[in-house]
Protein backbone atom coordinates (compact mmCIF):
# COMPACT_ATOMS: atom_id res chain seq x y z
CA UNK A 1 0.00 0.00 0.00
CA UNK A 2 1.85 3.40 -1.21
CA UNK A 3 0.55 6.80 -1.00
CA UNK A 4 1.97 9.78 -3.59
CA UNK A 5 1.35 13.09 -3.38
CA UNK A 6 1.28 15.36 -5.95
CA UNK A 7 1.62 19.00 -6.71
CA UNK A 8 0.24 19.90 -9.70
CA UNK A 9 1.82 23.46 -10.87
CA UNK A 10 1.45 25.43 -13.95
CA UNK A 11 2.70 28.91 -14.51
CA UNK A 12 0.45 29.68 -17.35
CA UNK A 13 -2.43 31.05 -14.95
CA UNK A 14 -5.43 33.63 -16.54
CA UNK A 15 -5.57 34.94 -12.86
CA UNK A 16 -1.87 34.93 -11.70
CA UNK A 17 0.67 34.24 -14.15
CA UNK A 18 3.67 32.57 -12.58
CA UNK A 19 1.93 32.13 -8.91
CA UNK A 20 4.55 29.15 -8.00
CA UNK A 21 7.47 31.03 -8.58
CA UNK A 22 6.67 34.52 -6.60
CA UNK A 23 8.24 35.15 -3.74
CA UNK A 24 7.27 34.62 -0.36
CA UNK A 25 9.90 35.39 2.70
CA UNK A 26 13.14 34.47 0.18
CA UNK A 27 11.35 30.92 -1.23
CA UNK A 28 8.94 30.24 -4.06
CA UNK A 29 5.89 29.73 -3.64
CA UNK A 30 5.80 26.04 -5.00
CA UNK A 31 8.84 25.43 -1.94
CA UNK A 32 6.81 26.55 0.48
CA UNK A 33 3.61 23.81 -0.28
CA UNK A 34 6.86 21.16 -1.00
CA UNK A 35 8.63 21.44 2.30
CA UNK A 36 5.61 21.55 4.20
CA UNK A 37 4.01 18.79 2.10
CA UNK A 38 7.06 16.52 2.38
CA UNK A 39 6.89 16.01 6.44
CA UNK A 40 3.07 14.61 5.70
CA UNK A 41 2.37 10.89 6.02
CA UNK A 42 2.64 10.17 2.08
CA UNK A 43 5.64 7.94 0.28
CA UNK A 44 6.66 9.86 -1.73
CA UNK A 45 6.20 13.86 -2.94
CA UNK A 46 6.42 15.04 -6.66
CA UNK A 47 5.82 18.01 -8.39
CA UNK A 48 3.89 18.00 -11.79
CA UNK A 49 4.31 20.81 -14.62
CA UNK A 50 4.29 22.11 -17.85
CA UNK A 51 6.88 24.61 -17.83
CA UNK A 52 10.40 25.04 -17.34
CA UNK A 53 10.71 27.29 -14.57
CA UNK A 54 8.91 25.76 -12.13
CA UNK A 55 10.99 22.65 -13.05
CA UNK A 56 14.33 24.16 -12.68
CA UNK A 57 13.46 25.61 -9.29
CA UNK A 58 12.02 22.89 -8.11
CA UNK A 59 15.01 20.86 -9.36
CA UNK A 60 16.93 23.70 -7.59
CA UNK A 61 15.95 23.04 -3.96
CA UNK A 62 16.42 19.25 -4.75
CA UNK A 63 12.78 18.35 -4.96
CA UNK A 64 11.35 15.28 -6.97
CA UNK A 65 9.56 17.13 -10.37
CA UNK A 66 8.04 15.25 -13.50
CA UNK A 67 7.33 17.13 -16.85
CA UNK A 68 4.09 16.89 -17.90
CA UNK A 69 1.71 17.88 -21.20
CA UNK A 70 0.75 21.47 -21.58
CA UNK A 71 -2.71 20.36 -22.59
CA UNK A 72 -3.82 19.58 -19.60
CA UNK A 73 -7.29 21.37 -18.68
CA UNK A 74 -6.78 20.44 -15.21
CA UNK A 75 -4.57 19.42 -11.73
CA UNK A 76 -6.39 15.98 -12.01
CA UNK A 77 -5.95 15.00 -15.53
CA UNK A 78 -1.84 16.33 -15.04
CA UNK A 79 -1.79 13.82 -11.97
CA UNK A 80 -3.40 10.86 -14.19
CA UNK A 81 -0.16 11.35 -16.50
CA UNK A 82 1.62 11.26 -13.24
CA UNK A 83 0.52 8.10 -12.17
CA UNK A 84 0.93 6.87 -15.50
CA UNK A 85 4.61 7.28 -15.82
CA UNK A 86 5.87 3.97 -14.96
CA UNK A 87 8.25 6.03 -12.20
CA UNK A 88 4.74 6.11 -10.19
CA UNK A 89 2.78 3.92 -11.61
CA UNK A 90 2.94 0.99 -8.65
CA UNK A 91 1.26 3.97 -6.13
CA UNK A 92 -2.03 2.81 -4.86
CA UNK A 93 -3.43 5.65 -3.90
CA UNK A 94 -2.65 9.88 -4.83
CA UNK A 95 -3.42 12.77 -2.88
CA UNK A 96 -3.94 15.81 -4.79
CA UNK A 97 -1.94 19.04 -3.10
CA UNK A 98 -2.88 22.32 -4.10
CA UNK A 99 0.40 24.29 -5.50
CA UNK A 100 -1.59 27.59 -4.59
CA UNK A 101 -1.57 27.07 -0.55
CA UNK A 102 2.10 28.05 0.95
CA UNK A 103 0.41 27.33 4.51
CA UNK A 104 -1.17 24.46 3.96
CA UNK A 105 -1.18 22.44 7.43
CA UNK A 106 0.19 18.62 6.86
CA UNK A 107 -2.84 17.42 8.98
CA UNK A 108 -5.18 17.44 6.53
CA UNK A 109 -3.08 15.76 4.56
CA UNK A 110 -2.59 12.87 6.63
CA UNK A 111 -6.45 12.94 7.47
CA UNK A 112 -6.59 11.72 4.12
CA UNK A 113 -3.78 9.06 3.91
CA UNK A 114 -4.52 7.52 7.05
CA UNK A 115 -8.42 7.34 5.70
CA UNK A 116 -7.26 5.06 3.14
CA UNK A 117 -4.75 2.94 5.17
CA UNK A 118 -7.42 2.20 7.74
CA UNK A 119 -10.90 2.56 5.46
CA UNK A 120 -9.75 2.15 1.77
CA UNK A 121 -12.21 4.88 0.65
CA UNK A 122 -11.98 5.26 -3.48
CA UNK A 123 -12.61 9.15 -3.19
CA UNK A 124 -11.77 11.07 0.10
CA UNK A 125 -11.99 15.52 0.66
CA UNK A 126 -12.24 17.56 3.46
CA UNK A 127 -14.70 20.07 4.95
CA UNK A 128 -14.52 22.46 7.56
CA UNK A 129 -17.40 24.38 9.84
CA UNK A 130 -18.04 27.84 8.92
CA UNK A 131 -16.99 30.33 11.65
CA UNK A 132 -19.85 32.73 12.50
CA UNK A 133 -18.06 35.72 10.77
CA UNK A 134 -18.03 33.97 7.32
CA UNK A 135 -20.63 34.16 4.67
CA UNK A 136 -22.16 31.00 4.50
CA UNK A 137 -24.16 32.45 1.01
CA UNK A 138 -20.79 33.25 -0.82
CA UNK A 139 -21.18 31.34 -4.19
CA UNK A 140 -17.24 30.99 -4.26
CA UNK A 141 -17.47 29.00 -1.07
CA UNK A 142 -18.81 25.56 -2.10
CA UNK A 143 -21.01 23.94 0.83
CA UNK A 144 -21.26 20.22 1.66
CA UNK A 145 -23.80 18.11 3.16
CA UNK A 146 -23.13 14.66 4.37
CA UNK A 147 -25.03 11.27 5.25
CA UNK A 148 -24.26 9.43 8.72
CA UNK A 149 -21.44 7.74 7.67
CA UNK A 150 -19.83 10.95 6.43
CA UNK A 151 -20.38 10.48 2.80
CA UNK A 152 -21.40 13.26 0.31
CA UNK A 153 -25.24 13.68 -0.29
CA UNK A 154 -24.11 16.77 -2.36
CA UNK A 155 -22.10 19.81 -3.08
CA UNK A 156 -23.18 23.05 -4.32
CA UNK A 157 -22.16 27.27 -4.43
CA UNK A 158 -26.26 27.50 -2.71
CA UNK A 159 -26.30 27.43 1.05
CA UNK A 160 -27.10 23.71 1.54
CA UNK A 161 -29.30 22.60 3.61
CA UNK A 162 -32.18 25.57 3.22
CA UNK A 163 -33.73 25.60 6.74
CA UNK A 164 -37.28 25.29 6.48
CA UNK A 165 -37.45 24.45 10.08
CA UNK A 166 -34.27 26.16 11.83
CA UNK A 167 -32.02 24.10 14.06
CA UNK A 168 -30.47 26.34 16.79
CA UNK A 169 -26.73 24.32 16.68
CA UNK A 170 -26.93 23.44 12.89
CA UNK A 171 -23.28 23.16 11.44
CA UNK A 172 -23.15 24.55 8.16
CA UNK A 173 -19.63 22.89 6.39
CA UNK A 174 -17.00 24.47 3.75
CA UNK A 175 -16.06 22.02 1.41
CA UNK A 176 -11.83 22.13 1.46
CA UNK A 177 -10.32 21.26 -1.66
CA UNK A 178 -7.88 18.95 -1.12
CA UNK A 179 -8.49 14.94 -2.87
CA UNK A 180 -7.75 11.69 -1.99
CA UNK A 181 -7.88 9.25 -4.81
CA UNK A 182 -7.34 5.29 -5.85
CA UNK A 183 -4.94 5.20 -8.64
CA UNK A 184 -7.96 2.66 -10.10
CA UNK A 185 -10.52 5.55 -9.51
CA UNK A 186 -8.11 8.07 -11.71
CA UNK A 187 -7.81 5.74 -14.46
CA UNK A 188 -11.44 5.74 -14.84
CA UNK A 189 -12.18 8.99 -14.73
CA UNK A 190 -11.79 9.64 -18.21
CA UNK A 191 -14.30 7.26 -18.76
CA UNK A 192 -17.17 8.97 -16.57
CA UNK A 193 -20.22 10.35 -18.41
CA UNK A 194 -20.05 14.33 -17.79
CA UNK A 195 -22.60 15.49 -15.20
CA UNK A 196 -25.59 17.14 -15.54
CA UNK A 197 -25.05 19.06 -12.19
CA UNK A 198 -21.53 19.33 -12.38
CA UNK A 199 -22.45 21.56 -15.64
CA UNK A 200 -24.85 23.79 -13.63
CA UNK A 201 -22.91 24.08 -10.36
CA UNK A 202 -18.90 24.23 -12.60
CA UNK A 203 -18.05 21.75 -9.85
CA UNK A 204 -16.25 18.77 -10.82
CA UNK A 205 -17.15 16.23 -7.89
CA UNK A 206 -20.37 16.14 -8.93
CA UNK A 207 -19.87 13.79 -11.73
CA UNK A 208 -18.73 11.47 -9.19
CA UNK A 209 -21.54 11.74 -7.65
CA UNK A 210 -23.56 11.11 -10.54
CA UNK A 211 -22.28 8.14 -12.06
CA UNK A 212 -22.07 6.71 -8.66
CA UNK A 213 -19.61 7.02 -6.60
CA UNK A 214 -19.33 7.91 -2.86
CA UNK A 215 -16.96 10.31 -1.80
CA UNK A 216 -15.68 10.44 1.75
CA UNK A 217 -16.09 13.60 3.56
CA UNK A 218 -13.71 14.35 6.81
CA UNK A 219 -13.90 17.28 8.60
CA UNK A 220 -11.17 19.11 9.85
CA UNK A 221 -10.15 22.29 11.81
CA UNK A 222 -7.30 23.50 9.71
CA UNK A 223 -7.50 27.17 7.97
CA UNK A 224 -6.92 27.17 4.40
CA UNK A 225 -4.99 30.46 3.07
CA UNK A 226 -5.07 30.01 -0.61
CA UNK A 227 -3.05 32.20 -3.17
CA UNK A 228 -5.58 33.68 -6.34
CA UNK A 229 -4.60 37.22 -6.10
CA UNK A 230 -2.01 39.50 -5.74
CA UNK A 231 -3.91 40.20 -2.75
CA UNK A 232 -4.11 37.13 -1.17
CA UNK A 233 -0.15 36.64 -1.96
CA UNK A 234 0.15 40.28 0.07
CA UNK A 235 -1.87 38.86 3.08
CA UNK A 236 0.24 35.60 3.15
CA UNK A 237 3.71 37.38 3.15
CA UNK A 238 2.42 39.74 5.80
CA UNK A 239 1.27 36.86 8.20
CA UNK A 240 3.94 34.64 7.58
CA UNK A 241 6.45 37.90 9.09
CA UNK A 242 3.70 38.08 11.69
CA UNK A 243 3.74 34.74 12.86
CA UNK A 244 7.83 34.14 12.06
CA UNK A 245 6.98 31.10 9.90
CA UNK A 246 10.28 29.99 8.14
CA UNK A 247 10.71 26.79 5.68
Given at each position: ???LG ?16 KD ?14 E????D ?19 G ?5 S ?29 G ?10 N ?15 LK??FR??ED???P?T?K ?10 Y ?23 I???TS ?5 L ?6 VL ?7 Q ?9 I???E?D ?23 I??
Open positions: MKIVIPARYASTRFEGKPLINGYPMIEWVYKRANAAVKLVVATDDQRIYDAVKNFGNIVMTKEHENGTSRIIEVINNPEYSDFDFVINIQDEPLIDIKSILLANNYREEKSEIVTKAKDVSNNVVITDFNCNAIFSRSVIPYERNPIGDYKYYKHIGYGYNFLNEKNLKEGEKIESLELRFIENGYKKVLTSEVIGVDTEEDLAEVIEYVKEKGTL
